[in-house]
T-cell receptor
Framework: AQKVTQAQTEISVVEKEDVTLDCVYE???????LFWYKQPPSGELVFLIR??????QNEISGRYSWNFQKSTSSFNFTITASQVVDSAVYFC??????????????FGSGTRLQVQP | DTEVTQTPKHLVMGMTNKKSLKCEQH?????MYWYKQKAKKPPELMFV???????INESVPSRFSPECPNSSLLNLHLHALQPEDSALYLC?????????????FGEGSRLTVL
């Protein structure tokens, strides 16, 4: 079975604060892929990052950074100096082989981030 | 701007109506997807088309009927829907069919069934 847990349902911060969104995953597959997507009020899911299970290097892209730790099955996402435009629902997702042999994409339940001015 | 275009953006229909949702992408992607998303929930997979053939149907009721006329287009035909089918319907595409790459999503069609 595979599962993605985003324990934080909703986070509210004030602009310029740093914020970390947690993601913990479970899978029996040894080759898997992790993703983060942003869903603003417009509805579209915007791809942010893809990481494969063999690449544990942390990544930084502007104000965004990702911390992948295989030992704790976590793939956390940090926004530095948050801005109002960062307000959205953020989904963590896992692509892995299921027991059926089919590869499936499993989304976490999402974390709603509200950045107050 | 998204490279996956969905129309209409909003649709209101009665339970006896027949309507269609349309999705188009011109990125040359060969895998296309329909997802359903209820409020405050993650997207749920409905159908996958790979090289214009239906490869996955996640036990979706027959009142939803997908169609892939060509590699750029994906339709979802709706008939005799129920109020609980009201949701955001998202189309997505992916370059290959091995399921390892990222999905590119459209903005969705928000459906209300009265």
């Amino acid at each position: 079975a595979q599962k993605v847990t985003q324990a934080q349902t909703e986070i509210s911060v004030v602009e310029k604060e740093d914020v970390t969104l947690d993601c913990v995953y479970e899978t029996r597959d040894t080759t898997y892929y992790l993703f983060w997507y942003k869903q603003p009020p417009s509805g579209e899911l915007v791809f942010l990052i893809r990481r494969n299970s063999f690449d544990e290097q942390n990544e930084i892209s502007g104000r965004y950074s990702w911390n992948f730790q295989k030992s704790t099955s976590s793939f956390n996402f940090t926004i530095t100096a948050s801005q109002v435009v960062d307000s959205a629902v953020y989904f963590c997702a896992l692509s892995a082989l299921m027991d059926t042999g089919r590869r499936a994409l499993t989304f976490g339940s999402g974390t709603r981030l509200q950045v107050q001015p | 701007d998204t490279e996956v275009t969905q129309t209409p953006k909003h649709l209101v229909m009665g339970m006896t109506n027949k309507k269609s949702l349309k999705c188009e992408q011109h990125m040359g992607h060969r895998a296309m997807y329909w997802y359903k998303q209820k409020a405050k929930k993650p997207p749920e997979l409905m159908f996958v088309y790979s090289y214009e053939k239906l490869s996955i149907n996640e036990s979706v009721p027959s009142r939803f009927s997908p169609e892939c006329p060509n590699s750029s287009l994906l339709n979802l035909h709706l008939h005799a829907l129920q109020p609980e089918d009201s949701a955001l319907y998202l189309c997505a595409s992916r370059p290959g069919r091995d399921g390892t790459g990222e999905l590119f999503f459209g903005e969705g069609s928000r459906l209300t069934v009265l």
